[in-house]
């Protein structure tokens, strides 16, 4: 079952934190999250899945960035997030996607447990300008059924920024 937006607003400070939080962000079934200031492009033109991958970062200017088509760019939310006894989903806003933008290339399939920033997969199919701060995507929860295990994964667990990355270390 998916939660509904006044079911979220009441696990606000227990199941679900979301910082900084704002109740013009809810949605009747998910809560908006923003993007942070910052993006990483991969130095490389070719990634290997056994190799670490260096990444510059772009800062995004108010007044907007040209996303260019065909490259992938790694975001993050500005909003950190704790979900515990449900399973936190990520998607992009409907709006975005009608620019050709998506936000999670793969893995919007959170655990329970997860603590930290969502690292955005974006990618676009023609040029679009994006802007810091913006209602980029959709955090929506469902509940779970039998006992559970919170995630404590090192590779992405209580991150600070946006992570690159980490396959390499299942080949480790």
Known sequence: MILSGKEIQKRIGDDIIIEPYSPTQINPNSYNLRLANELLVYDESILDMKEKHNASKIIIPEEGLLLEPNKLYLGR????????????MLEGRSSIGRLGMSIHVTAGFG????????TLEIFCIQPVRIYPNVEICQIY??????????????????????????LYKDFE
Not at 77 to 88: A, C, F, I
Not at 141 to 166: A, P, R, V, W
């Open 111 to 118: 655990d329970v447990g997860f603590k930290g920033f969502w």
């Open 141 to 166: 929860y469902h509940s779970i059924l039998g006992e559970t295990d919170e995630y404590k994964s090192g590779k992405y667990q209580n991150n600070k920024s946006i992570q690159t990355s980490m």
């Open 77 to 88: 939310t500005l909003e950190y997030t704790e979900t515990h006894n449900l399973v936190p």
